[in-house]
């Protein structure tokens, strides 16, 4: 493995002339790029490259900003970088069982821009836009202002939903990203939020600490502190998306008492092997960020050539388990098609259970027997367990 996806590497200039402006986020958002033209000025493209992006101006925006395309492989066509976010021509294939809803959200808002699917939680889609797009994202279909469909969220009508139901304790806010908007919209949202009683716990869905480390300022960290307990969860697929701009990043946030988890998707060619991920969970460790959840690639429209086994994210998962800090773990889970919510997917280490004992398999393969206490009176669910 290529020592430097384990080290923290800066990546200012790199495609870009040294530019004073390099660190304000703005100037980020400002020179993102977003066209083909803009695209061939730094990198020579592939022909389905080239045909994905003209295909991108009807499915899902292109955007990236400096920042983030700087960690490019100006050489190498199958970079991680590259691939999740540069559109490539099976964008536009469309094959079976793919849909442009895969969660089923859409039917889960009771009300336009909410998502109620769990008992207890809220997901508030308070934004349409991302610093950049990545080419697998779930949302599409309302996302970057291109898609199929536009995301009309009703705030009025979404803090009205969440007062009148005190089963909420927990919003988690998303979108788009949230971390796009102003300090000052983000927090009248977090002020209206916390002037919620029953609303005990906020979370922020983002990517922007990788895309965009730029705008975790400490301004902005000063503000969200108000308003904890505040979680955030972030995203990262790849060990070389951690620089030291990243890093910085999430230490401003987990300075300012923010606990961090990360989410990463599974993906072909980018994050599909044990040692990548080891890697990656390793280093977010060093960044203060526990790894949250690894999800298998929904089942959005084009996104077969990013999409691996199921079988291959188990084997990830039994590679990490044992062989590293339990910390730095995910849970593997498949958000279930059609709106069952995620479901979690775990290696087998249950080999037998009856109501006497247990055998299993540890981490390396040896085999141990626990036994059950004896004559407990417990009802057993042993029976359901058995192997078939
Ligand atoms: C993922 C998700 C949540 C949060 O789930 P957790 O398992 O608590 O992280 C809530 N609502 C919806 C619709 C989700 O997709």
């Not at 620089?243 to 961090?260: C, F, H, N, S």
Request: aromatic share 8%; proline share 7%; glycine share 8%.
């Amino acid at each position: 493995m290529d020592p430097s996806e384990s080290e923290f590497v800066s990546h200012a200039p790199g495609y870009w002339e040294a530019d004073p402006q390099w660190g304000d986020w703005r100037w980020q958002m400002k020179h993102r790029v977003t066209t083909l033209a803009g695209l061939e000025r730094h990198l020579e493209l592939t022909a389905a490259e080239r045909a994905g992006v003209l295909l991108a101006g009807t499915k899902l925006a292109l955007a990236v900003t400096p920042h983030y395309f700087n960690l490019i492989e100006r050489d190498n066509p199958g970079c991680p970088i590259r691939r999740q976010v540069i559109p490539r021509i099976e964008e536009g294939w469309d094959t079976p069982y793919e849909m442009s809803d895969p969660c089923g959200e859409d039917a889960a808002m009771p009300v336009p821009g909410l998502v109620h699917r769990y008992p207890d939680r809220a997901l508030f889609l308070v934004t349409d836009r991302c610093a950049s797009y990545c080419r697998y994202c779930t949302r599409s279909r309302v996302v970057s202002g291109v898609g199929e469909q536009e995301l009309h969220t009703d705030f009025e009508q979404a803090f009205q939903y969440l007062e009148k139901h005190p089963e909420i304790r927990d919003v988690l806010l998303s979108g788009g990203d949230a971390l796009i908007l102003s300090d000052d919209r983000l927090e009248g949202l977090l002020k209206r939020l916390r002037a919620i009683r029953h609303i005990q716990f906020l979370r922020i869905g983002t990517r922007v600490p990788i895309f965009l480390p730029q705008r975790v300022t400490p301004q902005l960290c000063d503000m969200l502190k108000k308003y904890h307990p505040l979680w955030m969860s972030v995203h990262v697929n790849h060990p070389r998306e951690l620089t030291v701009e990243v890093r910085d990043a999430l230490g401003r946030l987990a300075d300012a008492g923010i606990p961090l988890g990360n989410q990463s998707v599974l993906l072909a060619g980018v994050n599909d092997s044990a040692e990548t991920m080891k890697d990656l969970v390793q280093k977010l460790l060093m960044c203060r960020v526990r790894p949250y959840y690894l999800y298998q690639c929904d089942l959005i429209r084009g996104s077969s050539h990013l999409r691996t086994s199921v079988a291959r994210g188990v084997e990830i998962i039994e590679a990490l388990r044992g062989f590293t800090t339990g910390y730095a773990v995910p849970q593997f889970v498949i958000d279930a098609p059609g709106g069952g919510g995620k479901v979690p997917v775990n290696p087998s280490y249950v080999i037998y259970h009856d109501k006497e004992k247990v055998v299993m398999r540890n981490y390396d393969g040896k085999i141990f027997e626990y036994p059950e206490p004896v004559a407990s009176g417990e009802p057993s669910r042993c029976d359901e367990l058995l192997p078939v």
